[in-house]
């Protein structure tokens, strides 16, 4: 069964409207892209994205692309990854955790590499993981190439 899911997005002035469909029971991420990044740049990472997506169980694909070109305002629908902050758990971390974290990282990398993908802004925050759990994923592909 799919759904049509309308999402308010922002508040105030700023505020669109988002309208998806997405399998029932399906929970999703929302990645609204600024009116200041290059249209080109956002089609970029919407193909990588595409094309990355289900390939290594570390990097995820895209579900939608919505663009406005009237404002400008373009949301990516992406698959939702549960995760925490990394400033929540990293001095908590031990060894092991540390090592499972790397090389799941380093998979990532050497996957996207392998594709010929450089994702160009490794940070922690762009690499999500949920404590206690196998959950990891490389996010954020704005200046990769």
């Known amino acids: 069964m799919t759904l049509q899911h309308i999402v308010k997005l922002g508040g105030g002035d700023d505020s669109a409207e988002l309208s998806v469909s997405i399998p029932a029971g399906t ?15 956002i089609i970029h990472e919407a193909e990588l994205l595409r094309s990355l ?11 939608h692309l919505e663009t406005d070109r009237a404002t400008g305002q373009t949301t990516l629908v992406l698959p939702y990854v549960a995760h925490s902050h990394f400033k929540t758990y990293y001095y908590r971390l031990c060894v092991s955790d540390i090592q499972r974290y790397m090389y799941a990282l380093f998979s990532a990398l050497a996957h996207v590499h392998a594709l010929g993908v450089i994702h160009r802004d490794i940070k922690p925050a762009n690499f999500i993981h949920q404590p206690g759990t196998d959950t990891y994923s490389l996010v954020d592909f704005g200046l990769a190439e």
């Open 53 to 63: 997506g289900g390939t290594c169980p570390y990097v995820h694909g895209i579900l």
């Open 27 to 41: 929970t999703v991420a929302l990645k609204r892209i600024t009116r200041t990044s290059s249209f080109d740049r």
